[in-house]
T-cell receptor, first 115, second 113 residues
């Protein structure tokens, strides 16, 4: 099993540019989560989807952030325009409802640096 | 609101010794799940061990075990026979049936040869 796949692994961009992070969940999983990790704020849940539908986006910092899940095997997190304070590691995770613990499996993360 | 607290930002342990990482949480739910995740320098988040609140028996996975005290809302992780590969950040996490997982701030563990 391939696990959760994220791309790119590293992204360096300049302030004001659009950034798109991509995620492929584990095949068959019906929940997908986007997290942001920083030293100051730790691991924060940004948004999560169930069956491709956004369920809770209360963690999305502001309108510059948007997330989509057009199908069960692909999701994007977009930042437009990017700012230096968006520099962080962004994780995608997926899980399967109905399993005993419904635990989340994480991707390797995307390290974003905004100059 | 749900919160997860890890009161030890950093800890160290000698190789082959035992170490216990603390975690407390706050919830109004009666049924929930608790997890410990490990994040080594590679950044990958790895599930170490899990516990359902209704199960009274403490979970064990090889060298890793938990001490779950439901009344005290405490969920500590014990690592026995520590190995150099155990060096990592450890995150305690709490999940209700609504699927949102709340993570603690993490404890950085260093295993000293």
């Amino acid at each position: 099993d391939a696990g959760v796949i994220q791309s790119p692994r590293h992204e360096v961009t300049e302030m004001g540019q659009e950034v798109t992070l991509r995620c492929k969940p584990i095949s068959g999983h019906d929940y997908l989560f986007w997290y942001r990790q920083t030293m100051m704020r730790g691991l924060e849940l940004l948004i999560y989807f169930n069956n491709n539908v956004p369920i809770d986006d209360s963690g999305m910092p502001e309108d510059r952030f948007s997330a989509k899940m057009p199908n069960a095997s692909f999701s994007t997190l977009k930042i437009q325009p990017s700012e230096p304070r968006d520099s962080a590691v962004y994780f995608c995770a997926s899980s399967l409802a109905g399993t005993e613990y419904n635990e989340q499996f994480f991707g390797p993360g995307t390290r974003l640096t905004v100059l | 609101a749900q919160t997860v607290t890890q009161s030890q930002p950093e800890m160290s342990v000698q190789e082959a010794e035992t170490v216990t990482l603390s975690c407390t949480y706050d919830t109004s739910e009666n049924n929930y799940y608790l997890f410990w995740y490990k994040q080594p320098p590679s950044r990958q988040m790895i599930l170490v061990i899990r516990q359902e609140a209704y199960k009274q028996q403490n979970a064990t996975e090889n060298r890793f075990s938990v001490n779950f005290q439901k009344a005290a809302k405490s969920f500590s992780l014990k690592i026995s026979d520590s190995q150099l590969g155990d060096t990592a950040m450890y995150f305690c996490a709490h999940k209700t049936s609504y699927d949102k997982v709340i993570f603690g701030p993490g404890t950085s563990l260093s295993v000293i040869p």
